[in-house]
């Protein structure tokens, strides 16, 4: 479960897992929008509010704001299955 306004782990996980090039237009866009989203909403909810679960999401995908990859991306581009082939 997720706290109000943000991706659940499981959303996080299916979209980092299906390779890009798997991936339609639409699920890029959709991607790239809630990532966004749910950083915006990581910056703006205060540590003490979240649950467990998102704590460690955000820890996870580096929901940090300052441009860095996340470990995800750091996986898949490893793997070969990301932007930076």
Request: no cysteine; proline share 4%; charged share 25%.
């Amino acid at each position: 479960m997720s706290d109000t306004g943000r991706q659940s782990l499981t959303d996080k996980a299916t979209a980092a897992l299906k390779p890009d090039s798997e991936k339609s237009t639409t699920e890029h866009f959709g991607d790239k929008l809630k990532g966004k989203s749910d950083s915006a909403a990581s910056t703006v909810q205060p540590e003490s509010e979240k649950s467990y679960t998102q704590r460690v999401g955000d820890t996870f995908s580096s929901n940090s704001n300052n441009d860095q990859p996340s470990l995800t991306d750091k996986a898949k581009n490893a793997l070969g299955m990301g932007n930076n082939q």
